[in-house]
């Protein structure tokens, strides 16, 4: 090699040397206590145009700093806080403007230089809460308020989240009560000072205020209190019959003989039942964020009957222990997803367990709500390429927006096609212990462990296995491994015949629709909406190979304005008289014909039970005495 390239290589090295020693300078985390107390003061009056107004003080020392809005969220699975929402900036020492300059590699660091005699730094911006669906997640109505505390601050970089100590308060409207995991120091009016706890626990203790509030006591006498906080668009909605909280009284008996402990101190059902407010599904330890419907109190058919026991379990799985390379020491380094199938794929067998125990869901929704699972899995042609513990990193990868083809790009199937390989394990430790063990004795002795311990506790995919050979004796890893790592061609229905069940199709619709509009996925192979603008298309099907594509828009049906119902007698005729489908279809202004070959009539995914087997699905779902 010639000097001047010698020369070039050798600078080229240095650079790249240098490159990673400042990175690594700059993701380095202190465990030392951060001195002083940071404040933060939350205005969240400001209901009509939605603006929430923060002041920060921070303790500081002269000289060159960085503050950061909080990026890799627990819970969220990507790098998604709102920083969108973050404006009017401005930074002040002892009365003096201060500049700042956001990191030009990371525009969640905002870089500046606290000025010589100045040791507080008052910290001001808005967070413009969004006015309209399309711009995020509706959090400010006029009857609600939802508070993330990680929307609504900045913290000093190089510390440890749970080494920076915080003093949170909130003004409130005059009238409004609220529910959080928060302990409250003192309250005036609308004013409310919270007890100073870490930055740790505060992100981890979200709030909703209400006009129109109700706290239910969920385990009366208890030691740990378990309260649900439910706020409404009206009074009415919050009228709830004494035997449906019973029922949610009963999810946290359940849950008390499932896993044999609490992690918390108190623990505090953060429930929002609004049309306007935006829906949601969020684990925290202490509390949950729940969004639902109007109609959660008196639709006794209604979704969302496992939404709370899913968030409650997290405070065991997913809070409590957690996978071990999601553990981070602040908000702003990066999170590793690699066991989400743990963390949410059990936690979603577990929620559906534990509200059918409850009583919030009969064995028939439980069941129809399965075989839609195990049919939606078991058409994703693309497990050809893609193993499942890829999955988990498509919050990171698409942001959790729509895909094109779903069945095909796989999304986060982390979550249902984990609940499957869940209720494999937990059959296969029936049927080899004859009953007298299951995954409750996992859930036990994994989950169970340190009583009262808040803090997390991490694990490897090695411990699951190990725990569950202490179990059961069988070679787990590998038989988790080969679920994680395969690439098909079929589902996980091994745990569905081992407890006594199997997937069939025929023409009656389930319980358990996933649509809006019109299902066609297992016959024609789409969905079609209520404005028959075709939703997902499966890769492969009768309608993939036809050349339709989801956005497209039916028009006519053998020759006849289309809607669902002609779509569906069509579907109908064509298995009686062996014809091919015939429709037009505007695909982006261009009207095209279309002729889909299909002959095997409606089909909808159900559950059969395979004669002179054991029903273990049923001993799974009976409530524990």
């Known amino acids: 090699m010639s000097m001047p390239r010698r020369l070039a290589l050798s600078a080229f090295i240095a650079l790249a040397l240098a490159a990673s020693s400042a990175q690594a300078d700059e993701n380095a985390v202190s465990d030392a206590p951060y ?37 890799w969220l627990p819970g969220g699975h990507a790098p998604e806080g709102p920083i969108v929402q973050l404006a009017g900036l401005m930074l002040s020492g002892n009365g003096q403007t201060i500049g700042w300059k956001r990191d030009p590699v990371d525009v969640y660091r905002f870089n500046l230089r606290v000025p ?34 990680n929307a609504l601050l900045l913290y000093p970089a190089g510390h440890a ?20 995991a928060l302990e409250v120091a003192s309250q005036t009016g609308g004013d409310v000072i919270f007890k100073p706890l870490d930055l740790e626990m505060l992100v981890d203790s979200p709030l909703f205020a209400g006009k129109y509030f109700q706290q239910f006591d969920l385990d009366p006498g208890g030691k740990v209190p378990v309260r649900l906080n439910v706020v409404a668009d009206t009074p009415e909605a919050l ?11 009963e999810l946290i008996r359940q849950a008390d003989k499932l896993y044999g402990s609490r992690h918390f101190a108190h623990y505090d059902f953060l429930l929002a039942l609004s049309n306007r407010f935006s829906g949601i599904g969020l684990e925290h330890h202490q509390s949950s964020e729940n969004g639902v419907g109007t109609d959660y109190f008196t639709d006794d058919n209604g979704g969302a009957r496992d939404l709370l026991a899913h968030e409650y379990t997290h405070s065991w799985n997913g809070k409590f222990r957690r996978g071990a390379d999601l553990i981070t020491p602040n908000y702003n380094v990066p999170m590793q997803n690699t066991l989400l199938w743990v963390y949410e794929g059990q936690t979603q067998y577990w929620g559906y367990v534990l509200a059918a125990r409850a009583g919030l869901l009969d064995a028939e929704r439980v ?21 499942l513990e890829d999955t988990t990193w498509q919050p990171i990868i698409t942001d959790r927006g729509p895909m094109g083809w779903r069945s095909w790009q796989r999304g986060e199937d982390y979550y249902s096609e984990g609940q499957l390989i869940w209720l494999d394990v937990d059959s296969l430790i029936r049927e080899k212990s004859g009953g007298k063990r299951s995954l409750d004795d996992f859930a036990r002795a994994f989950f169970g462990v340190e009583n009262g311990r808040v803090r997390p506790l991490g694990y490897t995919i090695e411990e699951v296995a190990q725990v569950l050979n202490g179990v059961q004796p069988h070679d787990w890893l590998a038989f988790l491994r080969a ?27 389930g319980r358990a629709s996933r649509f809006g509009g019109a299902d066609f996925t297992y016959s024609l192979g789409l969905s079609l909406g209520k404005d028959n603008k075709l939703g997902d298309v499966l ?58 070959v299909y002959k095997d009539g409606l089909r909808y995914p159900h559950l059969e039970r395979i ?8 001993d799974i779902l009976k409530p524990r005495k």
């Open 239 to 249: 009228e709830a019959k004494p035997e449906f909280i019973a029922k949610h009284r």
């Open 611 to 618: 004669p002179n087997t054991p029903d273990r699905l049923a």
């Open 367 to 387: 069941r129809d709500t399965i075989a839609s699972v195990a049919a939606s899995y078991d058409h994703r042609e693309g497990r050809a390429w893609r193993d």
């Open 35 to 71: 001195p002083g107390t940071m404040k933060v003061s939350v205005d969240a009056t400001d209901l009509t145009r939605r603006i929430i107004r923060v002041t920060q003080d921070i303790p500081v020392r002269p000289g060159p700093m960085t503050l950061q809005y909080p990026k």
């Open 539 to 596: 890769w492969n099907s009768p309608a993939f190979k036809a050349g339709l594509a989801s956005g497209q828009t039916l028009v006519a049906v053998n020759g006849e304005a289309a809607n669902a119902d002609r779509l569906k007698q069509a579907v109908i005729d064509g298995k009686k008289s062996g014809k091919p489908i015939v429709l037009l279809v505007n695909n982006l202004d261009r009207i095209d014909s279309v002729t889909i």
């Open 116 to 149: 010589e005699g100045v040791d507080t730094l008052r910290v001001e911006f808005q967070f413009l809460s969004p006015t309209e669906r399309n711009q995020g997640r509706i959090v400010v109505t006029p009857e609600i308020v939802g508070l993330q505390w």
């Open 161 to 180: 989240a749970r080494a920076i100590q915080v003093e949170p308060q909130v003004k409130l409207p005059i009238g409004w009560k609220f529910g959080s």
């Open 483 to 509: 679920r994680v790592d395969s690439h098909g061609p079929d589902a996980p229905l091994d745990g569905l015949a081992r407890s006594g069940w199997k997937l069939v199709y025929n023409d009656k619709p």
